[in-house]
């Protein structure tokens, strides 16, 4: 889709105001077109200059005829009335047009960064692994605000365009040859306006480029800032951001001093056509120049009126083109044919009865031609725990993430109560599942308010029954201001283990029918570990849960324990019978739990 298309897709949501934008256009550019004709008319003949419109067009001798009955000096205090009229309206009519045609670009703005917000929302993970946060934030502010700005133009420009032709209307039936001559010297003009326009593109490229490198780079500077103080690297993020800075900073000077050019050039031209149209008027109009002399002088003063607004045209045609480059980014941003989406599904999720069957699961992620996962086949029944275990990368994760559908597998599927997990409303589905991982993600925001975000409704009786059973009421209580506390961006103002029981208490406050617990422990010194396993026990209880555990001693009690290698089950079964079993899951327990490494 081409930048133009876009705006114009978002423009034809609201064809009312597109309507009211454009005749109260027409209407305030007639009533100044009008009045800007009976000027020369009204002043000559105050001046007692004797008022010659033969050869007038049809629409100015039939005003001028129609004030003229009363005669005298009554004739042209009727004109200077009607003028006045004629101003009024055409000021009243431009007054409309402009709160109708803020209102359209507003909301199309609007209606942009609603659609925006919407598709981050909707994408799937995939998309947010292979585009930097930096980026997102640039393209949802900067290049939308730079976008808005470019509508603003293009509505400006619409309002522009119906005035200019309705000044070319007038002036065409004040004398078509002398329009003629004027269309193609404008013409012209607006042509080696195309240098500029070019230009002005170009620039506007370099700005949209040099604006999502700076955004990038501060972004990654503020989130690693705990790496960057670490090893003391302040003086060189520093100057790198700064060049970044530099460029940027550049890139917009060469932009406004390619702008600044147009206003000049535009004046010049402008000019040039007033003095080429007097002398073409001396030679068309020869032996006739007193007779057509009010004519004439109507024309100028037309014209004049109207170069300015040419003028406004070729540069609003410059800044557009200096941001079509964000429109462009804007519009591949809003694509969604080039974006993964999930299908939503049409079930809602009305419970687990029975279980939980992964079947022959296959898994590789996107982009990547390593098998993540390799016929994975387990159960888990309602009401029960499955622990799974292994090395790193052997795909315990993955699989958990499969659940939630966080990813799709590329085969195999996944059951609930013998129903595909795909064929189940995927926001249903998610909302009846609680999520601990090892990486708790806190809103910098207070205790209450973390706690609730799972659950809008949640009374205070119920959030402090939620802290209390995951072992958090004890130090919430404590924190400054206890519930109301603000803790930090990420929960920076707490230990690793507060921000552990949080989540738990975030979980058990939502009351999930399926329990994901992604390594909630491996992180945690011995006192938070068994604090944060007592609320954990509390959390799974009755409950359908899938542990993936780095720490064995976690999952002895587990009803199943699948040993995972290099995406594939190894063995299944409860604590002691892997143990009998002397596999792979021996090895692991012996090496935790011995005081000798041994080799797996």
């Known amino acids: 889709m081409s930048p133009n298309r876009l705006l114009l897709q978002f423009a034809l949501r609201r064809p009312l105001w597109i309507g009211l934008t454009i005749a109260f256009g027409f209407s305030g550019a007639l009533?100044?077109?009008?009045?800007?004709?009976?000027?020369?008319?009204?002043?000559?003949?105050?001046?007692?200059?004797?008022?010659?419109?033969?050869?007038?067009?049809?629409?100015?001798?039939?005003?001028?005829?129609?004030?003229?009955?009363?005669?005298?000096e009554a004739q042209f205090l009727w004109?200077?009335?009607f003028i006045l009229l004629a101003i009024l309206l055409k000021n009243v009519t431009s007054y409309l047009s402009t709160l109708t045609s803020s209102y359209l670009s507003r909301s199309l703005v609007k209606d942009i960064r609603k659609e925006g917000l919407q598709l981050l929302l909707d994408v799937d993970?995939?998309?947010?692994?292979?585009?930097?946060a930096g980026d997102l934030i640039n393209r949802l502010g900067g290049e939308v605000g730079s976008t808005a700005t470019a509508i603003r133009v293009a509505v400006l420009m619409l309002c522009t365009m119906i005035t200019v032709l309705v000044f070319t209307g007038i002036l065409l039936s004040i004398s078509w040859q002398l329009t003629l001559i004027t269309?193609?010297?404008?013409?012209?003009?607006?042509?080696?306006?195309?240098?500029?326009?070019?230009?002005?593109?170009?620039?506007?490229?370099?700005?949209?480029?040099?604006?999502?490198?700076?955004?990038?780079?501060v972004l990654e500077v503020l989130t690693g800032i705990r790496l960057v103080k670490a090893t003391g690297s302040e003086p060189y993020e520093y100057q790198q951001i700064a060049h970044?800075?530099?460029?940027?900073?550049?890139?917009?000077?060469?932009?406004?001093?390619?702008?600044?050019?147009?206003?000049?050039?535009?004046?010049?031209?402008?000019?040039?056509?007033?003095?080429?149209?007097?002398?073409?008027?001396?030679?068309?109009?020869?032996?006739?120049?007193?007779?057509?002399?009010?004519?004439?002088?109507?024309?100028?003063?037309?014209?004049?009126?109207?170069?300015?607004?040419?003028?406004?045209?070729?540069?609003?045609?410059?800044?557009?083109?200096?941001?079509?480059?964000?429109?462009?980014?804007v519009t591949d941003f809003l694509r969604r044919e080039n974006k993964p989406f999930m299908s939503k599904g049409h079930v809602p999720y009305s419970g687990l009865r029975e279980g939980i069957r992964f079947e022959k699961l296959e898994f590789t992620y996107p982009g990547h031609d390593r098998q993540v996962l390799n016929q994975v086949d387990l159960w888990l029944p309602k009401g029960t725990t499955l622990a799974l275990v292994g090395s790193s990368g052997a795909g315990k994760s993955t699989?958990?993430?499969?659940?939630?559908?966080?990813?799709?597998?590329?085969?195999?599927?996944?059951?609930?109560?013998?129903?595909?997990?795909?064929?189940?409303?995927?926001?249903?589905?998610?909302?009846?599942?609680?999520?601990?991982?090892?990486?708790?993600?806190?809103?910098?925001?207070?205790?209450?308010?973390?706690?609730?975000?799972?659950?809008?409704?949640?009374?205070?009786?119920?959030?402090?029954?939620?802290?209390?059973?995951?072992?958090?009421?004890?130090?919430?209580?404590?924190?400054?201001?206890?519930?109301?506390?603000?803790?930090?961006?990420?929960?920076?103002?707490?230990?690793?283990?507060?921000?552990?029981?949080l989540a738990i208490a975030r979980a058990l406050l939502r009351d999930p029918d399926i329990l994901i617990l992604d390594e909630a422990t491996s992180a945690l010194d011995t006192v938070s570990e068994r604090l944060v396993q007592g609320a954990i026990e509390e959390l799974s209880r009755d409950r359908t849960t899938l542990v993936i555990a780095h720490r064995l001693s976690t999952i002895q009690s587990a009803d199943q324990i699948a040993v995972l290698d290099q995406g594939r089950v190894v063995e299944v079964g409860t604590h002691t019978e892997l143990l009998r079993q002397g596999g792979l899951y021996a090895q692991l327990h012996s090496m935790q739990f011995s005081e000798e490494p041994q080799t797996v």
Not at 52 to 63: C, D, H, M, T, Y
Not at 195 to 213: E, N, P
Not at 463 to 487: C, H
């Open 31 to 72: 009533f100044n077109g009008v009045s800007t004709m009976l000027i020369i008319p009204v002043v000559l003949g105050l001046l007692g200059e004797e008022v010659n419109l033969s050869g007038a067009p049809p629409i100015l001798r039939k005003v001028f005829s129609s004030l003229a009955q009363s005669g005298g």
């Open 79 to 81: 004109m200077m009335g």
């Open 125 to 132: 993970f995939d998309f947010y692994i292979k585009t930097k």
């Open 183 to 217: 269309t193609v010297l404008l013409a012209i003009v607006s042509l080696s306006n195309g240098f500029f326009v070019k230009r002005a593109k170009h620039f506007g490229q370099q700005l949209s480029d040099r604006s999502r490198d700076y955004s990038v780079a």
């Open 244 to 329: 970044l800075i530099d460029a940027r900073e550049k890139a917009d000077y060469d932009s406004q001093t390619n702008s600044a050019l147009i206003t000049p050039a535009n004046e010049m031209a402008g000019l040039t056509v007033v003095v080429a149209i007097l002398l073409l008027g001396r030679v068309f109009f020869r032996g006739q120049l007193e007779s057509l002399s009010t004519v004439l002088l109507t024309y100028l003063l037309v014209l004049f009126r109207m170069l300015p607004l040419v003028g406004q045209l070729n540069n609003a045609r410059s800044v557009f083109a200096n941001l079509a480059p964000s429109v462009a980014v």
């Open 399 to 501: 699989l958990a993430d499969l659940l939630p559908r966080f990813y799709d597998p590329i085969a195999g599927r996944i059951l609930i109560d013998d129903r595909d997990l795909k064929e189940f409303e995927i926001r249903s589905l998610r909302q009846s599942m609680g999520i601990v991982s090892q990486d708790t993600f806190l809103f910098n925001d207070s205790v209450r308010n973390n706690l609730a975000y799972a659950r809008r409704d949640a009374t205070d009786d119920q959030i402090i029954e939620a802290a209390k059973r995951a072992n958090a009421y004890e130090f919430i209580v404590k924190l400054p201001e206890g519930f109301e506390t603000l803790i930090g961006d990420r929960g920076v103002m707490l230990s690793g283990g507060q921000r552990q029981r």
